[in-house]
Structure formats: structure tokens, C-alpha cells
């Protein structure tokens, strides 16, 4: 596990694709678990371990998770997530250039648990949720696009069906339109940077996840 930033109150963790936040059907073992086993080895703690889950990153997306040592913080991260004072910086490879090299992204979501999708539209539909990101294309290489988003809401698949309505699906994302899957069955898309007041400490936090380790990720290292 890849520990980014730690305190007392909070801990932010490098995610790996393919991993679960929280636990699901699959009875995999989730991130939360992991972070709590860690916290009680490092400090040798006796009986169970506080670990609060603040948001989650969809299992084949990786990068940055925050997670709460205390129930205090895990309460007022809550509130700055749900006011939207937590700023979040995904950054996303696709095939296909966006049409502008900036833009922001109004759509309505709707999604369903059958199929565990989202659907976007650019008008109202039954049980939909206005969704908002902005984009901004950063670079290039010989077949690949990398585009910078940003969210303003929070909302089921929200990147990953958004850049699918602009012609632009994520590398590896065949729910979404991509053409190929990973290797690793990994989508490339990263919680890249995040940004926030500390809730307890008021501390300016920034941090920056490390770029996975393949030629096409490293290509943009110096971005």
C-alpha cells in the first residue's frame, strides 16, 4: 500500500487499479480493510482501528483516496465533499482528441444498478442528475490524448460517461465505447491531484499521485 500523505485525523492512499474502496458482492477485500490493517500494525494498536471511507474511486480507476482516522474528520470531510470544497484533478488518456482544447461539460446522468451504468443526456430525463466537469486537453503523444478534468459534481461513472459523449471514451473503457481493454483491466484514468483545507487542522493540503509505471503513462511525466 502506498501511503501519500498521513496525519492525525486523516490518511490519503495511492489506489491501484483493480482495487475496491469499500466491500461489495465480490467479497474481494476492499482498500478500507487494507488501510485498516496497516494503521494497526504501524501503531500497534490492540482491538479495531477507525478508518472512515470519505469518497471512492471506481475499481478499475486508480490514484488518490482519502480515507478518516477520526470520526471527527471523517464528519467534516463529508460536508466538504458534499459543498464541494475538495478539488479533485483527474487526469485521463483517450484515443480520440476532444473537440476543443478546453471546455465545460453540462449533461444530465441517469444510472442504472442492472447494468451498472451511466447514461448521459443533455436534457432532463426521469430520476437524471445534472453532472459538471471541466476539461482541458494537456498533451499528446503518437495515439493518445491527455486530457485534465476536473469536477464540479460528483456523480456515478461522471468522467468516464462524460468524455464518452464528447467522442472521447478512456483508454481501456469498453463499458463506455473504447475499442481495446488494458491488459491489466485497468481503465486509464487517475485521481491525479487533490486539493482541500484540512478539517481539523485548517493546514493547506496538496498532493500529487504518482504516474503508473507504463511508457504511455511516463510519457507525460514531465507535464
Not at 500494525?41 to 478508518?51: A, H, R, S
Not at 483527474?90 to 482528441?97: E, G, I, M, P, V
Not at 456523480?155 to 481501456?172: D, E, N, T
Not at 487542522?201 to 500529487?208: P, Q, W
Amino acid at each position: 500500500m502506498e501511503v501519500i500523505y498521513e496525519d492525525n485525523h486523516i490518511i490519503i492512499v495511492n489506489k491501484a487499479p483493480g482495487e475496491i474502496v469499500q466491500g461489495d458482492k465480490t467479497g474481494d477485500v476492499p482498500l478500507v480493510e487494507i488501510v485498516k490493517e496497516w494503521l494497526k500494525e504501524k501503531y500497534n494498536k490492540p482491538g479495531n482501528v477507525f478508518c472512515g471511507v470519505v469518497h471512492r474511486l471506481d475499481r478499475p480507476v486508480g490514484g488518490l483516496v482519502i480515507f478518516a482516522k477520526t470520526s471527527k474528520a471523517l464528519a467534516r470531510m463529508n460536508d466538504m465533499f458534499r459543498n464541494g470544497e475538495v478539488e479533485k484533478t483527474y487526469w485521463a488518456l483517450s484515443r480520440n482528441r476532444p473537440p476543443q482544447e478546453q471546455d465545460r461539460l453540462e449533461h444530465y446522468i441517469t444510472s442504472t444498478e442492472k447494468n451498472n451504468k451511466s447514461y448521459a443526456s443533455l436534457t432532463p430525463k426521469k430520476d437524471s442528475k445534472k453532472a459538471v466537469l471541466s476539461y482541458k486537453l494537456l498533451g499528446a503523444s503518437d495515439r493518445y490524448n491527455l486530457i485534465e478534468v476536473k469536477l464540479e459534481t460528483g456523480r456515478k461513472h461522471q468522467i468516464r460517461v462524460q468524455l464518452s459523449a464528447i467522442g472521447c471514451p478512456i483508454k481501456g473503457d469498453l463499458k463506455y465505447g473504447d475499442k481495446r481493454s488494458n491488459q491489466d483491466g485497468s481503465i486509464s484514468l487517475i485521481a491525479r491531484h487533490i486539493h482541500f483545507i484540512h478539517p481539523v487542522s485548517g493546514k493547506e493540503i496538496d498532493v500529487t499521485a504518482p504516474l503508473p509505471k507504463d511508457n504511455l503513462w511516463q510519457t507525460f511525466k514531465d507535464l
